[in-house]
């Protein structure tokens, strides 16, 4: 087991770890563009390709879909009725079931960092649970969390903290005694909103934009740098 790093433990000692997946542990973006494109190809549109792709992941799936539909316009997708988005979502989770792990990987230091956490860990991420738990397996990586939250455990996913506070109950944790690693605003305004401390990795999505702008506690290029290594 690693220790924290002075910089962590100058503020305090986390007893718990909560982390993201998508754009902090694992590079999912290539398995998910697959099944976008393959979405959009069946409705007989053109591929969006992984940078736009990138820019559209860490509000769940259901917004991914509906953020393909529209081309990004924000506005847009939040007017296509549940009816409107079905069909596109039955062929989104058809086509991600399948290349679910294909070619999504951990980012560097990620495996390191799992294997050797001073603090139990749990896993908050708003993907739906039905990619999430067959992703985990096929990466070895559920003996390493306490707890899996997903996207659709709640009836309400972050930015809302909700589920971070959820997990340190769970846990019996303080939230002032938790830590939130994330790569996008909504990791970092749930942990605010949550008293919980924050360090947010630079390498990630975060909707294209720079996350060191929802100001976090720590701004990280490589997870291991929470440690004492
Ligand atoms: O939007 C997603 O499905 C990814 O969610 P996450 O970044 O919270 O892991």
Redesign the pocket.
């Known amino acids: 087991m690693a220790e924290w790093h002075a910089r962590v433990l100058a503020r305090f000692t986390p007893e718990l770890v909560l982390f993201?997946?998508?754009?902090?542990l694992i590079d999912?973006v290539p398995d998910l563009t697959t099944a976008i494109d393959a979405m959009l190809q069946q409705l007989g549109r053109a591929p969006a390709g992984r940078e736009q792709v990138s820019h559209w992941?860490?509000?769940?799936?259901d917004?991914?879909v509906r953020r393909a539909l529209t081309a990004g316009d924000e506005t847009a997708a939040w007017l296509l009725t549940s009816e409107q988005v079905a069909p596109a979502r039955q062929a989104f989770d058809q086509a991600y079931m399948q290349a679910l792990h294909h070619a999504t990987g951990a980012y560097d230091g990620v495996e390191e960092f799992l294997r050797s956490s001073p603090a139990p860990m749990v896993l908050?991420?708003?993907?739906?649970r039905v990619?999430t738990e067959p992703l985990l397996q096929s990466l070895g990586w559920q003996p390493y969390f306490q707890l899996l939250l997903c996207?659709d455990d709640l009836a309400q996913?972050?930015p809302h903290p909700a589920p971070l506070l959820h997990a340190c109950e769970q846990l019996g944790v303080a939230p002032q005694q938790a830590l939130m690693v994330?790569?996008?605003r909504?990791?970092v305004e749930a942990a605010k909103a949550a008293s919980i401390a924050c360090a947010a990795v630079s390498y990630g999505?975060n909707h294209g934009e720079p996350i060191a702008d929802s100001q976090p506690d720590w701004l990280l290029d490589d997870i291991r740098q929470l440690l004492a290594l």
């Open positions: 993201d997946l998508d754009g902090t999912s992941v860490g509000n769940g799936a917004a991914l908050v991420t708003n993907k739906p990619f996207g996913k972050k994330g790569d996008s909504n990791d999505y």
